[in-house]
T-cell receptor
Framework: RKEVEQDPGPFNVPEGATVAFNCTYS??????FFWYRQDCRKEPKLLMS???SGNEDGRFTAQLNRASQYISLLIRDSKLSDSATYLC??????????FGQGTTLQVKP | EAGVTQFPSHSVIEKGQTVTLRCDPI?????LYWYRRVMGKEIKFLLH????????ESGMPNNRFLAERTGGTYSTLKVQPAELEDSGVYFC??????????FGPGTRLTVT
């Protein structure tokens, strides 16, 4: 079983749509969680950290459910520029990042 | 402030040859990480330096891979001899604290 699992998609949505990505992690002792964004042939860039209380940054909302070991990312009012691969990432207790395979989002006009 | 830089951006070598990748972290960052993405797979951790010391090298695939960080500044990752399965994108990241890692643009390695 992979340490971090994501639905690879692709998710094809029209502009203005709301889209949600989900992710599960296997290590119940994990403490820190993130969503990274990766554009084609570019490096991963931190989109947002994920906290137990849930957190919002503009059109983006991240949620963490520790009991279910489940992380989500909600994007509202999708823009063409949101098209990218979204990576669910868990920080191990040794400081290394553990990545999911990524979910591809394509926003269409 | 300059970000993490990596050199070269692309490298095409033949099986059996040697390749050395370089990473320059953000100035002042003690933590330096190497990751790799093989086609069709997730990004995977290779190793972690704190200054010049190897903190964790549990992700290094085998002894054909050698990483160094002399003086605690830039790092090199040497693959010798390269095999076909070493092809992929090698990312370097640096950080002050582990949870905020900044990635370089990566080196795309193709072994033919």
């Amino acid at each position: 079983r992979k340490e971090v699992e994501q639905d690879p998609g692709p998710f094809n949505v029209p502009e203005g749509a709301t889209v949600a990505f989900n992710c599960t992690y296997s290590n119940s002792a994990s403490q820190s969680f993130f969503w990274y964004r990766q554009d084609c042939r570019k490096e991963p860039k931190l989109l947002m950290s994920v906290y137990s209380s849930g957190n919002e940054d503009g059109r983006f909302t991240a949620q963490l459910n520790r009991a279910s070991q489940y992380i989500s990312l909600l994007i509202r009012d999708s823009k063409l520029s949101d098209s990218a691969t979204y990576l669910c990432v868990v920080l191990s207790n040794t400081g290394k990042l553990i990545f999911g395979q990524g979910t591809t989002l394509q926003v269409k006009p | 402030e300059a970000g993490v830089t990596q050199f070269p951006s692309h490298s095409v070598i033949e099986k059996g040859q040697t390749v050395t990748l370089r990473c320059d972290p953000i100035s002042g960052h003690d933590n330096l990480y190497w990751y790799r993405r093989v086609m069709g797979k997730e990004i995977k951790f290779l190793l972690h330096f704190v200054k010049e010391s190897k903190q964790d090298e549990s992700g290094m695939p085998n002894n054909r891979f050698l990483a160094e960080r002399t003086g605690g500044t830039y790092s090199t990752l040497k693959v010798q001899p390269a095999e076909l399965e070493d092809s992929g994108v090698y990312f370097c990241a640096s950080s002050q604290a582990p949870y905020e890692q900044y990635f370089g643009p990566g080196t795309r390695l193709t072994v033919t």
